[in-house]
């Protein structure tokens, strides 16, 4: 089965590895958020296909959810003697994929290339594409002025006011080579528990992405990133708000609707079922917040059995 | 007094820790080799100017002579997956320099900016100064073909024949600023025990600074950096070949005269003294080979009483 993800960090990463349990890693396509790509000590950072490939690799940090196992940061103690951000935690073996992508865009290489390159040096089968290789970035507005995403996220540890949310770069961005024709020529759509202000939605603000949502002859399938009113992780709560969206699996179907068909919801959160299907949106009820990777392939199961 | 050091690797690292237990700090100026510098996985490299700076910062593996005191390898590892050359030694500690200097110079700082900058960083009030901003590239003339000065050295582990030095660059390449004037106002000159053909020599191409060394008011004293009829460390003695010039004390006057007023030598190379003196070249002989920081301090205490 040909299965297209759209995903953003830690939560993405657990349905990822979920579904690469069950689909031949060569039906799988990984299109992923770049909004909070930036650029620390000269590098490209890529926050969220790094998640995606080093999760797939199996070489993801699972305690901390982003960055690789067994990670050294002796780098970063030398960037702290030269006055650098230290805020952004790169390790000594992510430098690598970091150096690896940073060198291939100089010698003038899309974003998606060095993706591809970075991942099949790791092992990875999995196609990951970028949702594009124009720069897209997410800028969180806050009373005090624009931040970045990684400035709001892990420098300000999303602690600030947040007044809006912007795509800079969206409205003249392409999709990545890929991405369309992976969502129309796809059997199955699944939109990750994750973010859908600022991981999901800056994939989705890339035109020509959600007129291939919404044209596809796929089912298209997401997993709440919200359970119980709050967020499993991250700051999507705050986000949703700034957007007007309700903190529950009606705010997730909202910012989807119309191209969502069915919305996997917690237990706790069964009673939104009736407005969900008001919506247009399908429900199935599991337990949605993964705890184990027996967990990450039984709910990924469960997507794929019931498309 | 004001001191002015030519200086290359490991010898002059040695001679200049030596120099420093001596000489107000400000009062001391390194003019380091950059015919050596390369770029490594995207940054830029330069060996000598950071084993300078490392040796007065108290950084320097004294084992090694090259690289910081107890780094680790971990991204040179992960560079490993993706295909990149891995035999020049980047550790993770020193990368926060080469990363340092190489966005300095993306932003359009001269070398030397980065340079001062790299050295105030860690601590060393010492004035260490590239020979030249603009590039200047080594390169060894093999019977394969023409390899940088690291390929030929580091990855050949100089075991390749040599047929020719070239200083690509040098003819158009101005000093930078400060080389000539801390030259002509020196009250010491000492050219370090540096390997004359690849270490000096760029220095010496560079336009401008034999002039300087010839006006300069200061006596030019040179440490031999053979001894015995080998190089104490290095290919110095297969390059001074290419040269034509013998490897002993006679080569390294030779490379240096007319302006170089004194040679320290080995006891073990007495006898050259005759000869030198015939070059209008003044001996002093001792026990050149430092093998501690004792010797090293006494070593440089010498050539500042007898300059």
């Not at 994750?194 to 800056?202: A, D, E, K, M």
Request: with cysteine; glycine share 10%.
């Amino acid at each position: 089965m040909r299965v297209v993800t759209l995903a953003g960090g830690t939560g993405a990463a657990k349905l990822l590895r979920g579904l690469a349990a069950h689909v031949d890693p060569r039906d799988l396509t990984v299109i992923g958020n770049t909004g909070d790509d930036t650029e620390v000590w000269g590098l490209h950072v890529s926050p969220d296909l790094d998640t995606a490939t080093y999760a797939l690799a199996g070489m993801l940090d699972v305690e901390r959810g982003w960055g690789l196992a067994g990670e050294t940061f002796e780098c970063l103690r030398g960037m702290a003697n030269h006055g650098a951000d230290t805020w952004f935690n790169l390790g000594d073996r992510d430098l690598a994929t970091h150096l690896t992508r940073t060198r291939a865009l100089r010698e003038g290489q899309p974003l998606s290339r060095a993706t591809a390159r970075i991942a099949a040096d790791l092992g990875v089968s999995v196609r990951i594409i970028p949702m594009s290789d124009d720069p897209v970035r997410t800028m969180i507005r806050t009373p005090a002025g624009r931040l970045t995403f990684q400035e709001y996220f892990v420098r300000e540890k999303a602690l600030v006011d947040v007044v809006g949310v912007d795509y800079d770069g969206a409205p003249a961005a392409h999709p990545a080579p890929g991405v369309v024709d992976a969502i129309r020529g796809a059997e199955l759509v699944v939109v990750c528990p994750s973010n859908p202000v600022t991981s999901v939605g800056p994939i989705l603000a890339v035109p020509g992405i959600v007129d291939a949502l919404a044209a596809t002859a796929a089912p298209v399938v997401a997993v709440s990133p919200i359970v119980g009113g709050a967020a499993v992780s991250g700051p999507a709560a705050a986000l949703m708000r700034t957007r007007g969206l309700p903190v529950s699996p009606l705010g997730i179907a909202r910012a989807y609707a119309p191209w969502l068909r069915r919305l996997l919801i917690d237990r706790r959160d069964e009673a939104c079922a009736p407005e969900l299907a008001r919506l247009g949106v399908e429900t199935d009820v599991a337990d949605i917040i993964m705890t184990s990777r027996a967990h990450e392939a039984a709910l990924a199961g469960r997507i794929l059995e019931r498309r």
